[in-house]
């Protein structure tokens, strides 16, 4: 899979941060690693 000349964004609560925080630095770090150009990480409040 190639994410070379992509463009993602990564939508994330600020509900429970401390394993949020986590889940989308993984996410960034794998788009990277398959070569997404651009990654955009929006933080918006927790719903249930």
Known sequence: MSA???RFAI???RWNEFVVSRLVEGARDELTRY???H???H????SW
């Open 4 to 6: 070379v000349g992509k």
């Open 35 to 37: 070569g997404a150009s």
């Open 39 to 41: 990654v955009e990480v």
């Open 43 to 46: 933080i918006v409040p927790g």
């Open 11 to 13: 939508v994330a609560s």
